[in-house]
């Protein structure tokens, strides 16, 4: 989970990626973290076609957490509120997303200046942890192709194969 700095905007204020879609079983975790954060939690709304079937409230730490689901509620997010600090809304990262789409995902959501629906979070994490893919890709591709010149100091390059000359098998 990754949350905003308190006085930020956005649609989201922060993201949230569970390992699966058994909502009693994932929260328990969240709701310890954000409690220690925001204090006691009251509510959740969610929509219920993202996750499997899931009782009306749940215990935590000493008391009762009602679960509502809603038609209202976006596929993408859940609604938690609390007396002390009000409504929050969390991206739901889906639980088997790709961890570097996942991670791109919720970094974007967690900054203080991202103003992105979840549709739109989502789209920019895949397109983020596509570029980071090619990135990756084209190190590896320089790297395998000789890299940066050496520098004095550097350590010795390893030997070529006989009869190698920048890398042509002649």
Known sequence: MRLKPAQSRGFV???WWPRSTHLTD???ALLTALSRRLGPIDRIVYDENGWAPAPSSIDHAGSTVALRHSSDQSSNTLAIT???FGRLVLLV??????PILAYATMMTAASPRDVSTADELLAIGAREAADRR??????HRWESEGGALRHRGDPPAPPRRTGDRDG???
């Open 13 to 15: 204020q922060g993201a």
């Open 26 to 28: 994932e929260l328990p």
């Open 82 to 84: 609390g007396e002390k």
């Open 93 to 98: 990262v889906p639980p088997y997303t790709d």
């Open 134 to 139: 090619l990135a990756l890709l084209a190190q």
């Open 168 to 170: 042509v098998r002649r």
